[in-house]
């Protein structure tokens, strides 16, 4: 039996008490949610895409979301949220993603249990394990399951069973949340972030998948593929006319390139 046969297995189980996958249209989520709506296509199990509206996270997620649903056939639930009214969150501390996953996810749990679903699954895949993620300590304690782990998928394997069922977004980049993109110990400012969503956007527009622009007070640190650099130089004009405008005094490229998580370097885990 192969490892798509037992996810499908897996969901079933699931489904049978009802279910609530966390969807932020991610390539982690989509897969769960497209082996869902395959096994629940007479509608004979309670089951609900739900994606929470957060202040932290890129602004396009609800639009591909919804689309997503929609093209899945699947009820989908939009929470609004304001991690922000929390100020263990606000403060930005090492822990932020631990309290932030509680928050948001206890209101994952209440949408649940007021609309008939025992179970709530999310798409942390088995690379997550690997990486520093205080945020899976919340999960656990709200019992969110997440049956990529369990069944050992890691992010390739999810891209490639996401291309063999025709997912559209099989190769999405990651879009994390964007505190990712503030040192840790720094208040988190709603209007500094809604400026690195927006020029990461232009930037994108420019060519690049995948894009970071993190912050270090007065200085823009731009990460890109390593690929990517020399083509990123080429734009720099247009770059400098995009960022100065938006506050950013200095403007870097990190010449290692992208990597995920790159703020969380020192931290031991």
């Known amino acids: ?59 396009n997620d609800i639009e591909i979301s919804t689309n997503l649903a929609k093209e899945m056939g699947v009820a989908h639930k939009i929470i609004e949220i304001d991690e922000l009214q929390n100020d263990e969150i606000l403060n930005n501390t090492v822990d932020r993603c631990y309290f932030c996953k509680k928050f948001m996810f206890q209101k994952l749990v209440d949408f649940a249990k007021a609309n008939g679903a025992k179970n709530i699954i999310d798409g942390t895949n088995l690379d997550d ?39 559209s977004v099989a190769n999405r980049p990651s879009a994390p949340c964007l505190a990712t993109r503030i040192p840790y110990n720094t208040k988190l400012d709603l209007n500094l972030l809604n400026k690195i969503d927006k020029c990461e956007n232009e930037i994108k527009k420019m060519g690049f998948d995948i894009v970071r622009l993190r912050v270090h007070n007065e200085i823009a640190r731009i990460e890109v593929k390593r690929d990517d650099l020399y083509r990123l130089l080429d734009n720099s004009d247009v770059i400098i006319d995009l960022l100065k405008p938006n506050g950013f005094t200095y ?3 990190d010449i290692e390139g992208f990597r995920s998580g790159s703020m969380d370097v020192n931290i031991k885990f």
Request: hydrophobic letters at 45%; glycine letters at 6%; aromatic letters at 4%.
């Open 251 to 253: 403007i870097t490229v």
């Open 129 to 167: 394990l690997s990486a520093y993620r205080p945020g899976l300590k919340a999960l656990k304690e709200l019992d969110i399951k997440s049956p990529l782990v369990e069944l050992g998928i890691d992010k390739n394997a999810v891209r490639k069973l996401a291309s063999d069922l025709g997912i």
């Open 1 to 59: 039996m192969d490892i798509l046969e037992l996810l499908y297995i897996e969901i079933e189980k699931l489904l049978e008490d009802g279910l609530c996958i966390a969807f932020s249209g991610g390539v982690d989520s989509s897969l769960l949610l497209k082996v869902a709506a395959d096994i629940n296509k007479t509608n004979r199990y309670v089951l609900y895409a739900v994606t929470l509206n957060t202040k932290l996270h890129p602004i």
